[in-house]
């Protein structure tokens, strides 16, 4: 494998889309839509308090880059299938696949030529939005571990796209199927996830029993009787006779039987996995929390608390007793505590998308070395 000529052939693929006009007026779109999604961004994520000072603190800055770096990531997947997804089968329509063929690069170089100008073309997008980060990073303070691990995540999801248009365009013999089954592809790792892990969790139920008991309150000795004498008070009298001194009584009450209820439950805790190769969880299961008094304060926080906490099984028993004075007192965990408790699963998101790139890349480079055993019929050659 050549180094030289894995260089050249990205560097025709790029020529070939930089001379597009179309290409530059999607980056000017793209430029428009991100300041338009910052503007907003920390519209919604104002500037916080300060209870030392009781003054307005720098703006929530996690919150509003939170919110581009998903924009970016949105915006990229929606486009990358269109750059890649006919990558191998648009030159071969276009008889411009076949003399590559016969020169000294072999099917593997071009293969990896041909994703690597894709995973660059798709880049260009973050490149546009460098500026937009950096501005939310400044002014809100963001830490520098939460720009680094976004960022290259940003790039490694881009690249998986990318990988995933460029195996199915060598995979599939026509341009326009292939560029469909790709966004197919990553609707299933963007919206099919969310689908199964919903469907698969209200699927799997079990059975909880919820113990109670209330409070059951004397309402006679709640409010004691006045006697009638104090009632009306004699001419010249400014004290209370003795026995009209009522103090402040408790209400006394006892504690009811104890009743039980049955219901059912759906375990999401099952299904959980479905959502680790989502890209918007890997992205967010994989930079580091950012949290204030225990709850999340960017989008980052909270999808990875959210996927944490579906983690964790529900009680099939429990119970409530209002006559327990310390029940009142005990808190529920907070979005930090239950982070903090469970296990991250983003590398194993990744392998599985990482496995599915290469596993159709490979697909593709079967399909298109040379010389070719059969063909889909109507392919073209040269």
């Not at 500037?47 to 970016?72: E, I, K, N």
């Not at 063929?101 to 071009?110: C, G, P, R, W």
């Not at 060598?170 to 089954?181: E, H, K, T």
């Not at 429990?318 to 469970?342: F, K, L, N």
Request: net charge negative; proline share 8%.
């Amino acid at each position: 494998m050549s180094l030289q000529r894995i260089g050249t052939l990205v560097r025709l693929e790029l020529t070939q889309r930089v001379r597009s006009v179309a290409w530059y007026v999607l980056l000017g779109v793209f430029f428009v839509l991100l300041l338009i999604v910052t503007a907003l961004a920390f519209a919604v994520f104002p500037p916080v308090p300060d209870d030392s000072t009781g003054t307005f603190g720098p703006p929530s800055g996690p919150g509003a880059y939170s919110v581009v770096v998903y924009f970016v990531l949105l915006l990229s997947v929606l486009v990358s299938p269109t750059l890649s997804g006919n990558a191998i089968n648009g030159d071969r329509d276009a008889a411009t696949l076949a003399p590559v063929q016969v020169t000294l690069a072999t099917t593997a170089e071009i293969l990896l030529g041909k994703f690597l100008a894709a995973w660059i073309t798709g880049l260009a997008f973050i490149a546009v939005a460098v500026p937009f980060l950096i501005v939310a990073m400044v002014a809100g303070s963001v830490p520098a571990a939460t720009l680094l691990v976004s960022f290259v995540i940003l790039i490694v999801e881009i690249g998986v796209i990318a990988g995933v248009g460029v195996g199915l365009s060598g995979i599939l013999a026509r341009p326009l199927f292939s560029v469909a089954v790709t966004y197919l592809v990553v609707a299933a790792l963007v919206v099919g996830t969310l689908i199964a892990f919903g469907l698969g969790g209200s699927a799997i139920r079990s059975e909880t029993v919820n113990s109670y008991r209330t409070l059951v309150y004397d309402e006679q000795q709640s409010f004691p009787q006045v006697p009638p004498e104090c009632m009306t008070a004699e001419p010249g009298q400014t004290e209370p006779l003795p026995q009209c001194i009522i103090g402040p009584t408790e209400p006394t009450y006892t504690c009811g039987p104890w009743q039980t209820t049955r219901y059912e439950v759906a375990r999401f805790d099952r299904v959980w996995w479905f959502l680790a190769a989502n890209p918007l969880v890997v992205l967010a299961d994989a930079t580091p929390s950012t949290f204030r008094d225990g709850y999340p304060v960017d989008l980052f926080s909270q999808i990875k608390s959210g996927v944490r906490f579906v983690q964790q099984p529900p009680q099939l028993e429990t119970t409530w007793d209002e006559c327990d004075q310390d029940a009142g007192q005990r808190e529920s965990p907070t979005a930090e505590e239950v982070v903090e408790s469970t296990t991250p699963s983003w590398f194993v998101g990744l392998a599985i998308q990482l496995a599915l790139t290469a596993a159709l890349l490979w697909w593709a480079w079967a399909r298109t070395r040379t010389p070719a055993r059969r063909l889909p019929p109507g392919t073209r050659i040269a």
